[in-house]
């Protein structure tokens, strides 16, 4: 967005207090109708560039801070998003609990295929959530992923060796 010339400054200025009320009770409703891809649109990478000067700052600042608090924000997406397919956060193959081995499995495979067109696991994440969490997806442990592969023989088309041609 460019920045606005003054005149057109003071005319919002003075429109916004002028009509105050139905400037914010217009925000409201546009919110209230976009909540969903405002929220959405506000986690997209490059709306997450546009930093304040103070907000750069700090993170550079303190470098391990802002990676503990990314680390966190992971943590919170990824259970939050598990829940949606296995709400007591549990392999739903043999029932192991730790949420470090667990992901989200394409019950059809393909799924490192998909992830890494979209752009990788955060993206992941983001594109269940904005597609309101669809079917065709589970909780499974890696070992139970990994038997799962095997059993399907998607270990041949579906793995980090061959999924570029070289
Ligand atoms: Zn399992």
Redesign the pocket.
Known sequence: MSPLSPSRLEYNRRYYWSHHDQVLEGARRYYQRHREKILAENKLPEKRKRLTAAALARRIANPAHYREICRQFRKRRKAETLKHYSPSLT?Q????ADIRALSIDHVKGGGHRHVTSIGGTEAFYLWLKKNKYPPGFQV??M??QFIKREEQNELGKDNHFDSKPR
């Open positions: 392999c193959r043999c029932g192991f499974l442990c070992n139970c």
